[in-house]
């Protein structure tokens, strides 16, 4: 996408460690004209498939899973990092390892709001190693839906994650796909 | 605002301790088309004011504030939460209590996102005690930026947040405002 790749390359800082800072638009400070926008493309994307349902993680993946479930006209619903996990029965849940933080957490989504046989799109701001991905896909078999695709705002190409989705057979939609970048001169490239 | 009375009365939960579970519509599963409502709304109480930016504090806030920030089309800026709190002088900071959680995070804002003489708009799905909101107020004013006025989903009439920042010269609008709920009974009542 075109417009999101302009604005990667205007606002974006590589930083050392494959680290990509777009906390200007993205994860902190929110361009939501430009989340319609990606919304919209997402629509476009997964729009003839059924949708029941989006599903993201918390936090960063609210704002631009809510913009987009406008475009479905379907529920949000978005897994919680807990640290203190209370697993009565009545949640799904799942460890993911976070690339940025280096840690694992815990992840829920009450069972009520995940229902067998529901067809759900998968909506994230980022795809590196794709654990936060997984670990979705994983409570979402658990509650015995159906992952009808994945829906990622920039995609860090070079990372395994993207692979290995698409390897499952999954219908994988990034906006922007990282090829490669440089934290020394600041170069981003990306796959077409 | 009547739809969202509506939606509490029907889908609310009253538990014991003045908590009101409203996790099917607002803050776990988000019914995006209803937050849709209330943005709108946002706009018609706010839109005549200058405002250049929308903030809210993570997680519960960034759905209906993301929402929100499309009718003002200004950006969305929202307050991390954070154990490993690194003052590096690069952010605003200050220390929130949960009403919810009843403990003390550390609440971050970058200072590059909220500039001085800048004019905002508070956005956050629930007022209780007040302690999220006059967190951000806190790191507004750190920024040298003006708080124009504060927009809450459901305000807990019966406590005292509401009334606190009122009494600070505040517009502050909620959009359903509990007068007082019973978690025997499960009756709600409204504030008009």
Known sequence: MQLLEERIMRDGVVKAGDVLKVDNFLNHQIDVDLLNEMGKEFYRLFGDKQIDKIV??????????????????????FAKKTQSINIDGEVLSTKIQSFTHK??????????????????LLIDDFLANGCAVQGLIEMIKQAGAVVEGVGIAIEKGQMQGGKLLRDEGLQVESLAIIESMDDKTGKITFRH
């Not at 993201?56 to 619903?77: D, R």
């Not at 840690?103 to 759900?120: A, F, L, M, Q």
């Open 56 to 77: 993201t993680i918390e936090s960063s993946g609210i704002a631009i899973a809510a913009i987009t479930a406008q475009y479905f006209h379907v529920p949000l619903v």
């Open 103 to 120: 840690r694992v957490y815990d992840v829920i989504i009450s069972k009520k709001y995940i229902k067998e046989g529901e067809h759900v």
